[in-house]
């Protein structure tokens, strides 16, 4: 009996472990540091394990920047903040709030999104 109980554990961990949380560090966002950034969204995708905005993005030098924002949360954690897959579309104009990257290019993780109707989207971190 030792044997079949050994057998369905193992089997059931091998089973079970495919679908087991795996996260990474969020160490590479300075999370001592906020930035608001306004842009056109050029991209949206609501998706796992994090969405990401991408954001076109005139910067002081009055060149175009291409920022890649990640959200810190999955899908249902977002749609329970409200988020859509139809809440952005390419062309509208968005700020965002935001934890840069450390090394200073251009990328961040988002911690709130304001529409152009004024609707705050919270992103969970």
């Known amino acids: 009996m030792t044997r079949k109980l050994f057998g369905l554990v193992a089997g059931s961990a091998l089973l079970l472990g495919g679908t087991a949380w795996a996260h990474h560090s969020n160490a590479h966002f300075d999370q001592t540091k906020e930035i608001k950034l306004t842009g056109k969204v050029v991209e949206f995708h609501l998706i796992n394990p994090h969405s ?71 992103a969970p971190i």
């Open 52 to 122: 990401y905005v991408y954001l076109d993005v005139r910067g002081a030098d009055g060149q175009s920047y291409e920022w890649a924002l990640e959200t810190g949360g999955g899908v249902g954690r977002l749609i329970r903040s409200n988020w859509r897959q139809d809440s952005m579309k390419p062309g509208d104009t968005i700020t965002v709030t935001a934890h840069p990257l450390k090394d200073g290019t251009t990328g961040a993780l988002l911690v709130s999104v304001t529409l152009a109707d004024g609707t705050v989207l919270g």
